[in-house]
């Protein structure tokens, strides 16, 4: 197997592959479909990479808009990874996302908010539902109560983290994008549409 890839550049920004697992088993993900690519990136892992070897892997990330936490897993299940990695970048002063599911609260058992203060510029969290019946149809969650969970710390990430928004993906079976859209308004967040491709 050639060499694991933990960061891979797109448009300006850098990513960071941190982990494999995941608390949703989402049927419109590649990963789902036996895919683990990006363009050209293989994100296949062989291990979970330390913080140690992450930063390894980050090459001049000031020459990026932003450092993203996202690949084919969730980032949160490795929340000591990521806060680590992401202390480092903020030490260089480099702008921070955070694409999730938003299911880091229900995974850790606690609220893991208040930890990510300071860390986190953008965090972004996949809704992609109006109501818990399309959330498990798409997403089958693992966890019990997964959808409330997502949008209780929606509701509660503005508190900690500068830019909040919400995504939902257009053309998937039964997905509302007009009720996505008032949803992460009332709770006092962005909203970006994404666009469905098979």
């Known amino acids: 197997m050639s060499e ?51 930063i390894a892997s980050i090459h001049h990330p000031e020459n990026y808009n932003e450092v993203v936490f996202c690949g084919y897993g969730e980032s949160t299940l490795r929340l000591k990874v990521l806060k680590d990695v992401a202390k480092w970048l903020k030490q260089r002063n480099i702008k921070i996302r955070l694409n999730t599911d938003g299911l880091g609260n229900l995974v850790n058992k606690r609220n893991i908010l208040p930890e990510l203060k300071g ?18 149809q798409h997403c089958q969650p693992q966890l019990e109560g ?16 500068p830019r909040v928004i919400a995504s939902a993906i257009n053309g998937l079976d ?3 994008i007009d009720a996505c859209r008032s949803i992460a308004e009332n709770l006092g967040v962005e909203f970006r549409q994404r666009e469905y491709f098979d």
């Open 119 to 136: 860390l986190i510029d953008t965090v972004s969290v996949s809704m992609n539902a109006q109501n818990e019946e399309v959330y498990i």
């Open 4 to 54: 694991q890839i933990i960061a891979y550049p797109l448009e300006n920004n850098l990513y960071l592959s941190i982990t494999d697992r995941c608390t949703l088993v989402c049927e419109f993900c590649p990963k789902t479909k036996g895919s683990l690519k990006i363009g050209d990136f293989d994100l296949s892992m062989d291990h979970r990479p330390s913080a140690e070897e992450i």
């Open 146 to 161: 997964s959808y409330q969970a997502m949008l209780d710390f929606l509701k509660d990430a503005p508190n900690y983290i």
């Open 174 to 176: 039964g997905v509302d």
